[in-house]
C-alpha cells in the first residue's frame, strides 16, 4: 500500500462516491473521514501522500478536489487544487478529472446523478417525505440525520462506509438497499417518523416567510431528514434551529435556507457574522449567550422577514 495515496475525505454519500472512483483507479489505499474544522484547525496532518475531497485545502496535500466557491476564490492559484466551482458535488470534479485518460465505465451513471443530487441538496418534497434507493442512502449516510443518537448499530459507520466503497464497485442501489447494516438503519429512520414530524410541527412557529423551531424544551429529539421542516413548512423559505450550545453554556442559532423554495433573500453568513458566527450564503450559525439570546432571536426574526 505504500506507493498508494491516503483519501481524507468527509463520511457522507460525496465521501464515498470519490472513494469509489478513486478506489476504482487503484489510487489509494488508507481512508480517513474527517470532519472540516478538523482541517481548518489543523488537527490533522496533511502530507504529499495524501488526496482530499470535498474538505477544506491544505497546500501540503498531493491533490484537493473541491467545488466550494468561497474555496476557489481563495486557493484558486494552487498547482495540486482541481476545482470546478459550479459542479454539484466533489465527486463529479474527481470524476471529470480521471475521465479523461482513464476508463471509469464501471462507475454507475444512476450513483454519480444521486451524488450531484444530494450534495447540492436538489431534493424534491417526494423524495423528502418518502425516500427511496439513493435518496434515503444519503439521508441515512447524513450525520444531522442523527441515527446515531439513538442506537449502536452492528457495525460503525466507519465500517460500513468502508464496506459500501467495495461493494458500490459491482452492485446497484437495489443490492444495497438489502444489506442488513442498511436495513438496520431504515428501520431506525422509520421507528421515529412519526414522533420526528410531530416534534417539528409542536415547537416550530412561522414569522412570515420564516419557521423557528425552539427545540431547548425537548427531553428527546428525535432522528430525522433534516429537509423535512420544509416540507412541512412549505409556505417558508428559510429556518431557524434554536438549540442548547455545549452544556447548555449558551444558545445556537442553526439557520438555512429551503431547498423546496429557494426564493429567500437573506444572505445567512453575513446576518451570523454580525452576532459573530458563520457559514455561507445559504445556511450558517451563531452562538449566543443565554441571556441575550431572546433578543437576538427577535433581531434575527426582525432581519430575516425583512429580507423577505
Not at 32 to 55: A, R, W, Y
Not at 70 to 75: C, I, K, L, P
Not at 92 to 110: A, F, G, Q, T
Not at 181 to 195: A, F, M, P, T
Request: proline fraction near 2%; include cysteine.
Amino acid at each position: 500500500m505504500s506507493n498508494k495515496f491516503r483519501l481524507v475525505t468527509r463520511s457522507d454519500m460525496d465521501g464515498l462516491v470519490s472513494a469509489v472512483i478513486l478506489r476504482q483507479l487503484d489510487l489509494i489505499g488508507e481512508i480517513i473521514f474527517v470532519h472540516p474544522k478538523d482541517m481548518q484547525d489543523g488537527t490533522i496532518t496533511i502530507t504529499e501522500n495524501d488526496i482530499i475531497t470535498n474538505l477544506p485545502y491544505v497546500e501540503n496535500a498531493h491533490l484537493v478536489f473541491d467545488h466550494h466557491e468561497s474555496e476557489a476564490m481563495r486557493n484558486s492559484a494552487a498547482d495540486n487544487y482541481i476545482i470546478i466551482a459550479d459542479a454539484p458535488s466533489a465527486a463529479r470534479v474527481v470524476y471529470n478529472h480521471y475521465i479523461k485518460d482513464n476508463d471509469l465505465s464501471m462507475i454507475r451513471e444512476d450513483m454519480m446523478i444521486a451524488v450531484d443530487k444530494a450534495d447540492s441538496a436538489q431534493f424534491t418534497k417526494k423524495d423528502i417525505i418518502n425516500p427511496q434507493g439513493w435518496e434515503m442512502l444519503s439521508f441515512l449516510m447524513d450525520s444531522r440525520t442523527g441515527l446515531g443518537r439513538f442506537r449502536e448499530f452492528k457495525i460503525s459507520n466507519y465500517e460500513l462506509m468502508m464496506n459500501l466503497i467495495d461493494y458500490c464497485h459491482n452492485h446497484g442501489i437495489d443490492d444495497i438497499m438489502l444489506l442488513p447494516d442498511i436495513k438496520e438503519r431504515v428501520d431506525l429512520y422509520n421507528k421515529y417518523e412519526k414522533e420526528f414530524k410531530e416534534q417539528l410541527k409542536r415547537c416550530s412557529k412561522v414569522y412570515d416567510n420564516l419557521v423557528v423551531l425552539d427545540l431547548r424544551d425537548e427531553e428527546i429529539i428525535y432522528s430525522g431528514n433534516r429537509f423535512m421542516i420544509y416540507a412541512l413548512f412549505p409556505q417558508t423559505n428559510i429556518s431557524i434551529h434554536v438549540i442548547w450550545g455545549f452544556k447548555k453554556q449558551n444558545t445556537v442559532f442553526a439557520t438555512g435556507k429551503s431547498i423546496l423554495d429557494r426564493s429567500s433573500q437573506t444572505n445567512i453568513s453575513e446576518l451570523m457574522l454580525k452576532y459573530k458566527g458563520g457559514g455561507h450564503e445559504a445556511a450558517g450559525t451563531c452562538q449566543i449567550d443565554n441571556d441575550k439570546c431572546e433578543n437576538v432571536l427577535k433581531e434575527l426574526i426582525t432581519a430575516i422577514t425583512d429580507d423577505g
